[in-house]
């Protein structure tokens, strides 16, 4: 099976305006989750996934620059582009991450990819890690058939139409090491906050040509957890109802 990375991005954000183009140690904050994500074993293709609106422009400059392909479509139905974006470049599989997250690593990537293998699943995920570390895995097919029972074009927060076990095999991936298991935390870009407690992490590990494991991100963390604490109170989106066809 082929399995695609999909990098849904967009630069519509007004909490933290061009986020993913941050300026962090001399590159872009996109840059650094490319270069991270170019590490995974188990995945063929990298799709950077955004609209076809003039502002949104710069990302494709964004995925030339840096080697991988490009997809644009629906400026709302995320799970359309990225099932187009998937389609478009042969995948069997897609590997969902976003925009958001440049720490996603790619070692738990490719442990979710061989239990996703392993249990022949249609849709995995991972409610034990920091929040922005996973990805969701999906089958294209399976992608395909939620998308005709959803009712609604607005699938920014898209998981829960895949996580139907009545309809689909659906597995969950089990982090066991207690150093990784952390959900409470956030690694995400959404607020200035976040930011500020991203440049912080790089402030420490950061050396020029290396990419630092995430295994050093949680060890920081555990060592000084101030820096954890800088965005604390800041809470993530919660998913909207599910919307389906009658």
Not at 158 to 179: C, I, M, S, T
């Amino acid at each position: 099976m082929k399995f695609v990375i999909t990098i849904t991005v967009r630069m519509k954000s007004t909490r933290l305006p061009k986020k993913v183009l941050l300026p962090l140690k001399g590159k872009r904050y996109l840059d650094h989750m490319i270069e991270r994500l170019k590490l995974a074993k188990r995945t063929s293709e990298i799709v950077l996934c955004t609209s076809p609106l003039e502002e949104d422009d710069v990302l494709i400059d964004v995925a030339k620059e840096n080697g991988i392909k490009y997809y644009r479509g629906h400026i709302d139905d995320v799970m359309l582009r990225i099932y187009n974006a998937a389609k478009k470049f042969g995948a069997d599989v897609i590997v969902s991450t976003t925009g958001d997250n440049a720490f996603t690593d790619p070692i738990i990537m490719d442990e979710m990819i061989e239990f996703f293998e392993k249990n022949n699943a249609d849709y995995s995920f991972c409610k034990d890690l920091p929040i922005g570390i996973q990805s969701y895995i999906v089958k294209l097919s399976t992608m395909k058939d939620a998308i005709e029972r959803k009712d609604t074009n607005n699938t920014e927060i898209w998981g829960e139409y895949l996580n139907r076990p009545a309809l689909y095999r659906v597995f969950q991936y089990e982090v066991k090491d207690h150093l990784y298991n952390h959900p409470e935390w956030r690694l995400t870009l959404d607020y200035p906050e976040d930011f500020e407690l991203f440049k912080k992490i790089f402030d420490e590990l950061y050396k020029e040509g290396e990419i630092f494991s995430f295994k050093e991100i949680m060890l920081l963390l555990k060592n000084k957890p101030e820096i954890i604490k800088i965005n604390q109170e800041k809470e993530q989106s919660k998913p909207p109802p599910l919307i389906l066809k009658k």
